[in-house]
């Protein structure tokens, strides 16, 4: 994060993520205007598959013409192998599931040890 009046400092990197808070068009609106590529991180439950929607027509209202794909988390079961051909069936891009993992949330407030599913995801994101 970078406060007002420090945003060129993350010229100096490679990436920069931006995480604008969820379900506010606005916000989604000028980060797409900003950035190169897009992730939509989505849970795997029925509020958030309801609530990919309206963020989904606010990225293409913004004017983002980049490279952009969905993550979808906290998969339990077979939920986001199913999220995952039900969103590929309307031609929408998935990069990756991540499955709802208890080294997740016994990492709640520190930085996780073993992120790879992650990994995996920004790799297939990279292509």
């Not at 506010?24 to 849970?43: N, Q, Y």
């Not at 599931?97 to 990279?126: C, M, N, T, W």
Request: hydrophobic share 45%; aromatic share 6%; net charge negative.
């Amino acid at each position: 994060m970078y406060p007002d009046g420090k945003q060129t400092q993350a010229i100096k990197h490679g990436w920069v993520v931006v995480d604008t808070p969820p379900n506010d068009p606005r916000a989604l609106g000028e980060a797409a205007r900003i950035a190169t590529r897009v992730i939509v991180v989505a849970k795997c439950n029925a509020l958030e598959a309801d609530r990919l929607i309206p963020t989904l027509d606010a990225l293409a209202a913004s004017g983002f013409a980049g490279q952009w794909g969905i993550l979808l988390t906290q998969a339990r079961g077979s939920l986001g192998r199913e999220m995952q051909s039900a969103l590929e069936e309307e031609e929408l891009p998935v990069y990756g599931i991540i499955p709802h993992l208890v080294k997740f949330e016994r990492s709640f407030g520190l930085v996780p040890e073993d992120l790879s599913e992650y990994g995996e995801a920004l790799q297939e994101a990279l292509k």
